[in-house]
């Protein structure tokens, strides 16, 4: 089993930046991901990265705004939001892959999930 802990949500205006954070209980080598839901839509991935290449993925709506990192050995990954858009709130969720190693959007591929963190951006 998995734990996860997001954090560094909160409220910022149009063109800002936030970098959210997920720790996890322990060291595992799968796939971790970033997913997001705003009220009344569904959940879509944001990024998601292999921890032991470093190799990330990215939604097309994020690219060259957001970036997903994770150091080597560690338990904490970081997701930092640039040039951010009212369009990027909502929720975003941690997401850890059991035995799914390569970076990936898809949300079947996770099996930990976090409680969420929330981000709101005004315009």
């Known amino acids: 089993q998995i734990q996860l802990v997001e954090s560094g949500g909160g409220s910022v205006q149009a063109g800002g930046s936030l970098r959210l954070s997920c720790t996890a209980s322990?060291?595992?080598?799968?796939?971790i991901g970033w997913f997001r839901q705003a009220p009344g839509k569904e959940r879509e991935a944001v990024a998601s990265i292999a921890p032991h290449s470093g190799r990330a993925l990215y939604a097309d709506s994020v690219t060259d705004r957001f970036a997903i990192t994770h150091e080597k050995g560690a338990t904490t990954s970081y997701l930092q939001m640039n040039s951010l858009k009212v369009e990027d709130t909502g929720m975003y969720y941690c997401?850890?892959?059991?035995?799914?190693?390569?970076?990936?959007?898809?949300?079947?591929?996770?099996?930990?999930w976090g409680q969420g963190t929330q981000v709101t951006v005004s315009s």
């Open positions: 322990r060291y595992f080598y799968g796939a």
């Open positions: 997401a850890a892959a059991g035995s799914w190693y390569l970076p990936t959007l898809n949300p079947e591929h996770f099996d930990y």
